[in-house]
Structures are given as C-alpha cells and as structure tokens.
C-alpha cells in the first residue's frame, strides 16, 4: 500500500518565502525610513548645537535666525505654535466631542451612513486650500468686528480647528460605538434620558479613545503647516500672558512657518541659520512624539476599564 | 446604537385613558386563566413587529401585584420581546412597531403622553448578562437614584438597604469604592438587581437573569427573586423550565411565532396543562 504524497512542492515553498520577504521589507521600509529622518535630524541639530548652546535654544526668547543681531531663541516660536494648538483646540475639541456624540447617539443608522463619510471628507481637502480660505475669507470677515491684522493667529487657528474636527469626531464615535450595547439598556433601564445616557456612560466609557482622538488631533495641529504659514504670518513672538488677545489679533509665527521659511529662503546650504532647521524640526517631533506617547499610555491604562 | 427616545409605532391606542383595560380578551384569550385580581400590567390584544416580523401575536395577559410571573418558551417564541415592551425597551430598536395595548395601573403605556423615561423610573429592568457600569460598586448602585433626581437625603443608606435587599450587602460592605466589575458574575448580577431596586420602582423586569451564571449562584438569584415579590411585582423571563416552577406564582407559555398559549398559576401549568402543546413542551418533547 503506498502512501500519500505530503512532501514539499520546492515551487510552493520558494513562492511563500518570497511573498513573506516582500511583505517584510515593505513593513522595514517604513520603519528604515522613520530611523533615517531622526537620524538626519539628529545629526544636524548636533551639529547647530556645537555652535549655539541647548540652553541659549530652548530658554532665549528672540527668534531671529537671519536678520543681524541674530538670536536662536525657539521659545517664540512654541508659543506660536502653542497658540495655534490652544486656539484650534478651542474649536475642534468640543465641536468634535459634540458631532461624535450625536453621530454615535442620536444619528439614527442611515443619517450616520451619510454623515460620517462626508464629514471625513474634510480631512481630505489639501492644507493649502484651508490656508487660503482663511486668508482669503475668514480674516476679512472677522476683521469687520475685530481689530485684525491681515496675518493673525486667530483665523490660522480657526481653520486649523476645523481641519481636525472629522480626527476628533471620527476617532472618538469609534471608540463611543465600541461601548457595549448593554450598558446603555442598563442605563434607559433605569429611566436615562438619552443626554444622561450619553454623558454619565457612553463618554465615560469611550474616554480613552476620546482622549486619543485629542492627542492625535493636537498633535496634527502642532505639526499643521500650510495653514498657519499662510494666514499667521511669520512674526516670531513670544507669548504675552497679560495680552491674550494680542496674540491671536496679530502675526506670529510657529515651529513649522518657521523651517518653511528657513527652507524656503536664500540661506546659504551651511551656517547656523539653515541648521536651526533641523534643531527646531527635532523640538517639534519631540513635542509630538512624547503626545503620541502620552495619548498610547492613556489608552492602555483606561482601555481594560470596561472590557 | 440608535435610540429612539419616543414610540415608533404606527398605530396609537384609539382611546387613550385606559378605558379599555377592562376590555374582555374573548378573541384571543390563552388557555388557563388569563384574568387575575390586582392586576398591575395588562396586555390587550399587543403585537409587536420588528420591520416586517411580527414577533408577538394579540398577547392577552394580566400580571398580578407583588407575585412572581414567569414567561417561559423556547428560543424566539417572543417572551423576551414581551418583557421588553412592558417598559418600552422596544422603543431603542429603530425598526420595532407595537400594535395594541398595554395597561401600567390602568394607563395605557403607548399612549402617545406616555414618556418611557418616566414609565422606566417606575418599571426596573435586570438583564440576561449582568452589566454593570464601570464604576464604583457604590456608584453603580447608587446611578439610578442620580438619574432620576432621588439622590437627596442620604444615598449612602440608600446604597447600603438597596445592598443588602439584594443579599449582595456582606459580601461588598468593605469594598464599596472598588469596581463592581472586579465582582464575580453572580455578584455582579446582584449588583445589578440592587442597582434596579434602588431607586425603588414598582415592577422588576427580569430578562432570563440566571442563564450565564453558575449553579451556586443562580440559587442565591432565585431565593433573591422569591424575597423581592414581597415588595415588588416580578416578571421573569427564563428558559429554564425548573426555574419557573420553584420561583414562580404564574406562568405564561409562549410558543412558537410570538404566541402566549396558556397562562395560570405555575402549578396548573407544570401538572396539568390545558394545552397539548404546552404539556408537550413542559414534558420535554419539544424546545
């Protein structure tokens, strides 16, 4: 009696491990990529801070890498961008919480079918569109009741903010359909409203994901660049905590306008000028990378809350 | 989920009032006795739909005071559905229709000035897979009495008789801010049960509370169940067919396709049945 035949098709075997490296190699691709960039930025910053010292950088408070005196003070420039951050936040957090809310909640199963791919379509307009809607439109129609200055912070962040509207909207409905059906019944079992419903359960249990949305979006706002380098204007200022509204009335400028504008200039390929770029684009992906850290330790801490 | 807040049905009660919650069930009676003294719930020729399945047939039935009413039948024979239209549970599925009434002390609750929010306040629910909220046990318990603004005066004593009516008291005293879901699942679903009591409704619903839970634990939910029908009205759903008959004062037998075939006092039903069907199913022949 012969046995069945189970050996190993040479063909088979040679096609599977091909598939398995071209697979692997896509996925390194990414990562070698994303060692490469820090590596880069690593490097060059180095090299900056040889000559202007960490702490001139981070504590100086004027930022003026071309015009004479020169300064390599970055602490302008977080305020900028923490303008940008706070103001958009202002916009996008509570109005994306709310839209979540009503899409997860209130919308019944077909307006939702609607609703969310059209609100993610939002984030799919190009930056550059945003920019200049903002300078185009929203400036002038706020300047008709506030004293604005063609560049200001507070139409950059007003658009910044709606641009990550559909991150929070959409991340945080995510994470509010995810929680489990039978702690709502338990709730209008006990005679919730469906507002009850939605603020003492469903929230409180999706509010990891919720926080995520906001870190995410946050971090995008950080990062945000053809916005605020088109309609914030590229004055560096540092922030005047007895003048809010100045701030936001007037031109600043952000990390990101400023390595556009580094980027973009006649600056010779060497010299200091051109390598704070990399010193200031390192502080950014700090920045963004210890949210994006702190956002994942939030999540995993709060996730095994309700499962 | 999409929730809908107000009926869905197509088809409001003609006369609203309750005019008619002494109307006589000739037509569609089940078998046994279908009529009860000190009735608190009344089904009056009630259809539910789900789209285009109707899941509950012409249900007549009345539910008596401070007894144990069991619904018993096989899998989709619509007993859930029925519970679950008692307190208008049914109204969070967008696709749910109700036809026909039904009478809370002689107000029909599909009257279009019924708001099940407050129909809810006084009908508690337990469901089949204890769920608690993911917060404190004191939290959990006390979420009702806050919901419906009856968190003056002292939650905590509320908290503790609320507890301890739900034989879950001892077992929790000294751990009162740890989470309830840090409980085993026949506490948690006396967590659950204390969480209904608390915030003292008239009538508890209870959908098959026992089936995913051990033994041990389901005999301390049954004794529980006989103890709370000296203050409250309980209507039970089960599968278990021996649960019925120990905790039960009267049984209703749904079978297939959404009809209640009989309904009488649990002995009658379990040792002689008017229907062959129903003796069929009890006997074990079928479902």
């Known amino acids: ?80 961008t923490l303008v940008i951050t706070v103001g958009s936040a202002l916009v996008a957090l509570p109005i994306g919480l709310l839209t979540a809310i009503y899409l997860s909640e209130y919308a019944s199963e077909r307006r939702r079918a609607y609703l969310k791919p059209a609100l993610e379509v939002l984030a799919g307009v190009p930056t550059v569109v945003y920019g200049y809607f903002a300078l185009v439109y929203v400036t002038p129609a706020l300047d008709t009741f506030l004293p604005l200055s063609t560049f200001n912070a507070l139409s ?16 945080s409905e995510d994470a509010m359909s995810a929680v489990p059906d039978s702690l709502r019944q338990a709730s209008y079992g006990l005679g919730a409203t469906k507002f009850t419903v939605s603020t003492s359960v469903v929230v409180p249990a999706a509010v990891s994901g919720i926080f995520s949305s906001f870190i995410l979006a946050l971090s995008r706002a950080i990062g945000e660049t053809m916005i605020v380098a088109i309609a914030a204007g590229q004055t560096p200022r540092l922030v005047d905590v007895t003048d809010p509204a100045g701030l936001f009335l007037n031109s600043i400028q952000t990390m990101t306008a400023a390595m556009v504008q580094i980027g973009t200039g006649d600056i010779v390929g060497q010299g200091e000028a051109y390598k704070s770029l990399f010193a200031v684009g390192l502080t950014l992906f700090v920045i963004t990378f210890a949210m994006n ?12 809350e309700y499962r | ?79 859930s559905t029925f519970l679950r239209s008692i307190n208008r549970m049914n109204d969070l599925i967008d696709i749910a229709r109700v036809d026909g009434d039904l009478y809370f002390h ?23 897979k204890p769920n608690p909220f993911p917060k404190s046990i004191r939290d959990n318990v006390a979420y009702g009495l806050r919901v419906q603004g009856k968190d003056d005066g002292d939650v905590d004593e509320k908290v503790h ?41 008239e009538v508890i619903l209870m959908d098959e509370p026992a089936s995913a839970l051990d033994p041990v634990a389901t005999s301390k939910i049954e004794d529980l169940i006989e ?41 009658k039903i379990f040792e002689n049945p008017e229907s062959d069907r129903v003796e069929d199913y009890i006997t074990g022949k079928f479902g």
Request: proline share 4%; aromatic share 6%.
């Open chain 1, 156 to 171: 950059a962040s007003i658009m910044v903010g709606i641009m990550i509207i559909p991150m929070v909207s959409s991340i």
């Open chain 2, 161 to 201: 008789t609320a507890l301890e009516r739900a034989a879950l008291l001892e077992e929790v005293e000294d751990q009162l801010d740890s989470s309830g879901l840090d409980l085993s699942g026949g506490q948690q679903q006396r967590l659950c049960i204390a969480r209904a009591i608390a915030p003292d409704p």
């Open chain 2, 106 to 128: 002689d107000k029909n609750v599909y009257d279009d000035d019924v708001d099940p929010v407050a129909l809810r306040r006084k009908i508690g629910m337990v469901f089949q």
């Open chain 2, 227 to 267: 103890d709370l029908a000296e203050e409250y009205t309980v209507v039970i759903v089960t599968h278990n067919m021996q649960q019925a008959a120990r905790i039960s004062d009267k049984t209703a037998v749904f079978l297939t396709g959404g009809h209640l075939v009989e309904f009488d006092d649990t002995n």
């Open chain 2, 1 to 79: 989920m999409t929730a809908n807040g107000g009926s869905s049905r197509s088809v409001s009660a003609s006369d609203p009032g309750g005019s008619r919650s002494d109307a006589t069930m000739t037509d569609n009676a089940p078998l046994g006795s279908p009529r009860v003294d000190n009735a608190v719930i009344k089904s009056r020729d009630l259809d539910v739909y789900y789209g285009d399945d109707q899941a509950l047939h012409g249900v007549n039935m009345d539910i008596p005071e401070r007894k144990v009413t069991a619904l018993i039948g096989p899998s989709g024979c619509g007993k």
């Open chain 1, 293 to 304: 850290l702190v956002s994942e330790l939030v999540a995993s801490r709060y996730r095994e």
């Open chain 1, 1 to 80: 009696m012969s046995q069945p035949d189970f050996s190993h098709d040479g063909i088979r075997t040679a096609r599977g491990k091909a598939f398995r490296y071209l697979f692997m190699l896509c996925a390194l691709l990414s990562i070698l990529t994303t060692v490469a960039i820090i590596l880069t930025l690593l490097v060059d910053a180095v090299d900056f801070f040889a000559e202007i010292s960490l702490v001139e950088f981070l504590t100086g408070t004027r930022w003026s890498p071309t015009n004479e005196p020169v300064a390599f003070g970055v602490l302008p420039l977080i305020s900028g």
